[in-house]
């Protein structure tokens, strides 16, 4: 029972309900790597990332349907450019690793393993 306990409590850690997501913010774009942070508003549940030809970084929050190609060539009237939305935070910086949601995965894998493998002996 403990350590089903235990395993709620990590997963509730990990998702925690409620919590404002935030990130990075060059809403008018930057050449330099973004540090200014913003508190997303209700219904911003994604970070931006978008770099244009010229070098001009955009990092903001977003509704994640707006993190749509054709969407954003609108929004910042931007032809050709590379994107990427992420949900955790301060996960749209320039270098952040795109890995983030992978080690989120193998950590809860890994406490699950661990849990049963005390159920099983």
Known sequence: ???VLLL???????FAVGVS???????DGSTQECLAVQQCSAGEDSCLNLN???GTIYSQC??????????LATMF???????????????N???????????GLLTVVAVLWFSFQGLIY
């Not at 997501?21 to 809403?27: I, M, R, T």
Request: hydrophobic share 30%.
């Open 62 to 71: 977003i509704e994640y349907r707006d993190c749509d190609f054709n969407k």
């Open 52 to 54: 244009n030809k010229a």
């Open 8 to 14: 709620v409590g990590v997963c509730s850690a990990m």
């Open 1 to 3: 029972m403990g350590k």
């Open 93 to 103: 910086s320039a270098h952040s690793a795109q890995s983030m949601p992978l080690i």
């Open 77 to 91: 009237r931007e032809p050709a450019f590379n994107m990427y939305c992420c949900q955790n935070d301060l996960c």
């Open 21 to 27: 997501l935030k990130c990075y913010s060059c809403p």
